[in-house]
């Protein structure tokens, strides 16, 4: 008999309590994050090593942190072996990203160096910090 007792207590509660939460209206969803937009560019390499490519861009990255609105994060990067180099840029909103692209130093940069260019309108996630210390 005891139970039975405590099988039907159980059923009333779990009954009482799908009851309540379907009387609950809804919770607002979250406010979701603007959307990310990255870049990439694909050209010959700029210099022959990492050494060499990070003396060269260091000049670069006041540039880069100050004159480009929108832009959240960009990386560098070279292949030694083929000799091939790439650029990834994070911006906060797409018309950051197209102004930047449609800026006359960026095309002249494309035209001069061969460069293929991919935007990407994805939900990207950047971190200000690297996430590794070599």
Same mark, same amino acid.
């Given at each position: 008999?005891?139970?039975?007792?405590?099988?039907?207590?159980?059923?009333?509660?779990?009954?009482?309590?799908?009851?309540?939460?379907?009387?609950?209206?809804?919770?607002?969803?979250?406010?979701?994050?603007?959307?990310?937009?990255?870049?990439?560019?694909?050209?010959?390499?700029?210099?022959?090593?990492?050494?060499?490519?990070?003396?060269?861009?260091?000049?670069?990255?006041? $540039?880069?942190?100050?004159?480009?609105?929108?832009?959240?994060? &960009?990386?560098? *990067? +070279?292949? #030694?072996?083929?000799?091939? !180099? %790439?650029?990834?840029?994070?911006?906060?909103?797409?018309?950051?990203?197209?102004?930047? $692209?449609?800026?006359?130093?960026?095309?002249?940069?494309?035209? &001069?160096?061969? *460069? +293929?260019? #991919?935007?990407?309108?994805? !939900? %990207?996630?950047?971190?200000?910090?690297?996430?590794?210390?070599?």
């Amino acid at each position: 008999m005891k139970r039975l007792v405590l099988f039907v207590v159980a059923l009333v509660f779990a009954f009482c309590t799908t009851v309540m939460a379907a009387d609950k209206p809804a919770a607002a969803p979250a406010a979701a994050e603007p959307a990310k937009v990255m870049a990439i560019l694909h050209y010959p390499a700029l210099m022959p090593t990492v050494e060499a490519l990070r003396a060269y861009t260091e000049k670069w990255v006041p $540039f880069f942190e100050n004159k480009i609105p929108g832009l959240i994060d &960009k990386t560098w *990067a +070279t292949n #030694e072996k083929t000799n091939r !180099g %790439a650029s990834v840029y994070h911006f906060e909103d797409m018309a950051s990203a197209e102004a930047w $692209f449609n800026s006359d130093i960026q095309k002249d940069f494309r035209a &001069k160096n061969y *460069a +293929t260019l #991919e935007i990407l309108d994805v !939900g %990207a996630v950047a971190f200000k910090r690297p996430l590794k210390h070599r």
